[in-house]
């Protein structure tokens, strides 16, 4: 399992494999991938982003779905890419196999848990790569890489041939430098037809959700909304407060709303509470999972990690149907907000890529706000894309729009409508 220098340390294992047809109509010919060690390929051990595990477990049989389309869709694959524990960080941090390095900031995380398939990607190792989103694992790396990251709607692209990590929240996403590929990768993934009927009535501007962010609100709401307001007009903007909106239309969330952190001012209680709810449920069934294997193994996990897996071993079911409750009643609340043809927009994460090795404690407050973002596609299932928008202070920043559940055709169709606008502000 080779990396060097000139890989950004992004590929763990190197390997070809070629398109399964070589016609010149296939939509994704000519383009070259890697995905996350997550993925099932034919013949290599999938590593989970562990040796204890690459240890412990045999050569896939078969080749993940996923995978699979891409391939035959006239792509060709070029190996795994490093990925954190077990799919159980946003830092990018591996300390078993190194930690791929930001290619706009060397100093800072990459971002994970897919952070070798983010850093192939800004590296411009490859065009496109796949990897997987639970908590936030493509949206939060491509954030800190200045790329495009895709978290499709939960149950739409097969996760069959993917080690899980928390099923009510999996899915499988993907990198891109553009609009363009981020869109054809997508109609292969998501089977979408040329012809998308869905036109953009509104986009929602979460002010609150804004406010969160450390990044002045004219670097990313601005930027945004001159380039709707030139393209759409004005009349189709809206502004909302999210949380406010979330407490009043999800009741089940009384149930982990903190009542003590319910007046700080970093803070926005009904998120909060959306991501305690996440956590948990993550918590819950990353113990049904793997559980067994980690008491029976007892893997070496590193900083961090370590901690969350061995909390997640303790979850009992207490809460665990209030969960699920509170995934329905949320999606139910956003389609309302949003129809089938309206776009909510809210910053990726709260502030640019920390540090590398930051003392986890110290993370702690940033990783609190980024889920508390990060819940809301994640809880409701809603397709999102982080999109970058240049820098500030040098290093990278993004937002993020979402879209109803099953409407991943038209957030992709949006997305580049708006790309060559927003590159001009």
Same mark, same amino acid.
């Given at each position: 399992?080779?990396?060097?220098?000139?890989?950004?340390?992004?590929?763990?294992?190197?390997?070809?494999?070629?398109?399964?047809?070589?016609?010149?109509?296939?939509?994704?010919?000519?383009?070259?991938?890697?995905?996350?060690?997550?993925?099932?390929?034919?013949?290599?051990?999938?590593?989970?982003?562990?040796?204890?595990?690459?240890?412990?477990?045999?050569?896939?049989?078969?080749?993940?779905?996923? +995978?699979?389309?891409?391939?035959?869709?006239?792509?060709?694959?070029?190996?795994?890419?490093?990925?954190?524990?077990?799919?159980?960080?946003?830092?990018?941090?591996?300390?078993?196999?190194?930690?791929?390095?930001?290619?706009?900031?060397?100093?800072?995380?990459?971002?994970?848990?897919?952070?070798?398939?983010?850093?192939? +990607?800004?590296?411009?190792?490859?065009?496109?790569?796949?990897?997987?989103?639970?908590?936030?694992?493509?949206?939060?790396?491509?954030?800190?890489?200045?790329?495009?990251?895709?978290?499709?709607?939960?149950?739409?692209?097969?996760?069959?041939?993917?080690?899980?990590?928390?099923?009510?929240?999996?899915?499988?996403?993907?990198?891109?430098?553009?609009?363009?590929?981020?869109?054809?990768?997508?109609?292969?993934?998501?089977?979408?037809?040329?012809?998308?009927?869905?036109?953009?009535?509104?986009?929602?501007?979460?002010?609150?959700?804004?406010?969160?962010?450390?990044?002045?609100?004219?670097?990313?709401?601005?930027?945004?909304?001159?380039?709707?307001?030139?393209?759409?007009?004005?009349?189709?903007?809206?502004?909302?407060?999210?949380?406010?909106?979330?407490?009043?239309?999800?009741?089940?969330?009384?149930?982990?709303?903190?009542?003590?952190?319910?007046?700080?001012?970093?803070?926005?209680?009904?998120?909060?509470?959306?991501?305690?709810?996440?956590?948990?449920?993550?918590?819950?069934?990353?113990?049904?999972?793997?559980?067994?294997?980690?008491?029976?193994?007892?893997?070496?996990?590193?900083?961090?990690?370590?901690?969350?897996?061995?909390?997640?071993?303790?979850?009992?079911?207490?809460?665990?149907?209030?969960?699920?409750?509170?995934?329905?009643?949320?999606?139910?609340?956003?389609?309302?907000?949003?129809?089938?043809?309206?776009?909510?927009?809210?910053?990726? +994460?709260?502030?640019?890529?920390?540090?590398?090795?930051?003392?986890?404690?110290?993370?702690?407050?940033?990783?609190?706000?980024?889920?508390?973002?990060?819940?809301?596609?994640?809880?409701?299932?809603?397709?999102?894309?982080?999109?970058?928008?240049?820098?500030?202070?040098?290093?990278?920043?993004?937002?993020?729009?979402?879209?109803?559940?099953?409407?991943?055709?038209?957030?992709?169709?949006?997305?580049?409508?708006?790309?060559?606008?927003?590159?001009?502000?």
């Amino acid at each position: 399992m080779a990396t060097n220098s000139s890989d950004y340390g992004a590929l763990m294992e190197k390997f070809t494999l070629q398109p399964q047809s070589s016609s010149h109509q296939l939509p994704l010919r000519g383009l070259i991938f890697a995905v996350k060690d997550i993925f099932d390929v034919e013949g290599y051990v999938t590593g989970f982003g562990n040796p204890d595990w690459a240890r412990t477990h045999s050569a896939a049989a078969s080749t993940a779905p996923a +995978v699979l389309d891409i391939l035959q869709a006239g792509a060709t694959c070029v190996g795994k890419t490093v990925m954190d524990e077990m799919a159980y960080s946003i830092n990018g941090e591996n300390k078993h196999y190194g930690t791929p390095t930001n290619p706009c900031a060397a100093d800072r995380v990459p971002g994970g848990s897919s952070s070798g398939s983010a850093v192939s +990607v800004g590296a411009k190792l490859v065009d496109f790569s796949l990897g997987t989103d639970t908590g936030g694992s493509i949206r939060v790396p491509a954030s800190y890489c200045k790329i495009f990251g895709f978290r499709p709607s939960h149950g739409i692209v097969s996760t069959s041939g993917v080690i899980p990590m928390a099923q009510s929240f999996d899915t499988v996403g993907w990198f891109a430098r553009d609009p363009v590929i981020l869109k054809r990768v997508g109609k292969v993934l998501l089977q979408l037809r040329d012809d998308n009927p869905v036109r953009f009535s509104r986009i929602v501007v979460a002010e609150d959700c804004f406010k969160l962010s450390s990044i002045p609100s004219d670097q990313l709401i601005e930027v945004l909304i001159s380039s709707i307001e030139k393209l759409y007009g004005s009349q189709k903007i809206e502004y909302a407060s999210l949380g406010k909106y979330v407490e009043d239309s999800v009741p089940s969330l009384k149930n982990f709303i903190d009542n003590g952190t319910k007046n700080q001012e970093d803070n926005i209680p009904s998120l909060a509470a959306l991501s305690s709810a996440m956590r948990l449920l993550q918590r819950y069934e990353f113990k049904n999972n793997h559980g067994e294997w980690v008491r029976s193994v007892k893997p070496d996990l590193g900083p961090g990690i370590a901690e969350r897996v061995w909390e997640a071993l303790q979850t009992t079911d207490e809460k665990i149907d209030v969960c699920h409750s509170v995934k329905t009643e949320l999606r139910a609340a956003l389609s309302t907000l949003l129809g089938d043809s309206g776009i909510l927009a809210m910053p990726t +994460v709260p502030g640019p890529p920390p540090k590398l090795q930051t003392e986890p404690t110290t993370l702690e407050t940033f990783r609190a706000k980024a889920f508390s973002l990060l819940s809301v596609a994640g809880v409701s299932g809603f397709c999102q894309v982080s999109i970058p928008l240049g820098t500030h202070d040098g290093l990278p920043i993004a937002v993020s729009l979402l879209a109803n559940h099953g409407s991943d055709g038209f957030l992709l169709d949006f997305v580049e409508s708006i790309e060559s606008t927003l590159k001009r502000q």
